[in-house]
């Protein structure tokens, strides 16, 4: 079972909805990431926050807005999406690099959205 | 910027075989991670590797770890079925504003076959 929980799993949206992606970790981790995975395709780096600061926006349009409310907790809200950004959402955390930690990156079971 | 290249990116092996797939590098990285991602799911860590010569072994796949060639391998001894997916090479890299992001391969597809 996986630590990370992401919900919901499914989502389904047209162009003019606003929804959120909800992310959830209770392993004490301090970094937090989104990430983006088309079929077939590895996955792309989104978003970063690293005790709850957003350290890495990768040049993702503003129609995506995360947001880290504490430490345990990461959102991605939806607004005016487009077919093409319909996709699995993967939530990820990991503990920093500071004393033994590896940097491990442990993922969620992702959210799949379909944009209509 | 890093880029990040796995060879082969598919894999068609009979049962029982051995084979090792390449994960290489183009940029110096002291941390490399190994995912497994069957269809419609997420990533499962398999393996870190943080240190040249690391060398790392669960079940049928070993996978090491040499940073001055900048490459991994991964080696699949006596495969089976439920070896069946898409395995992710991933790289540490660190960005110009010093915070650390992992950089993806393109994925291995693996398909053991009876």
């Known amino acids: 079972d996986t630590e990370v929980t992401q919900t919901p799993k499914h989502l389904v949206m047209g162009m003019t909805n606003k929804k959120s992606l909800k992310c959830e970790q209770h392993?004490?981790?301090?970094?937090m990431y989104w990430y983006k995975q088309k079929a077939k395709k590895p996955p792309e780096l989104m978003f970063v926050y690293s005790y709850e600061k957003l350290s890495i926006n990768e040049s993702v349009p503003s129609r995506f807005s995360p947001e880290c409310p504490n430490s345990s907790l990461l959102n991605l809200h939806l607004h005016a999406l487009q077919p093409e950004d319909s996709a699995l959402y993967l939530c990820?955390?990991?503990?920093?690099?500071?004393?033994?930690?590896?940097?491990?990156?442990?993922f969620g079971e992702g959210s799949r959205l379909t944009v209509l | 910027e890093l880029k990040v290249e796995q060879n082969p990116l598919f894999l068609s092996m009979q049962e029982g075989k051995n084979y090792t797939i390449y994960c290489n590098y183009s940029?110096?990285?002291?941390?490399l991670y190994w995912y497994r991602q069957d269809p419609g799911k997420s990533l499962e860590s398999l393996f870190v590797?943080?240190?040249?010569?690391a060398v790392k072994q669960e079940g049928r796949l070993m996978a090491s770890l040499d940073t001055k060639a900048r490459l991994s391998t991964l080696h699949i001894t006596a495969a089976v079925h439920d070896l069946s997916a898409t395995y992710f090479c991933a790289v540490a890299s660190r960005t110009q504003g010093g915070s650390e992001k992992l950089v993806f391969g393109k994925g291995m597809k693996l398909t053991v076959n009876p």
């Open positions: 392993m004490g981790h301090r970094a």
């Open positions: 590797l943080l240190s040249n010569g």
């Open positions: 940029t110096t990285s002291d941390r």
């Open positions: 990820a955390s990991s503990q920093d690099r500071e004393g033994a930690n590896t940097g491990e990156l442990f």
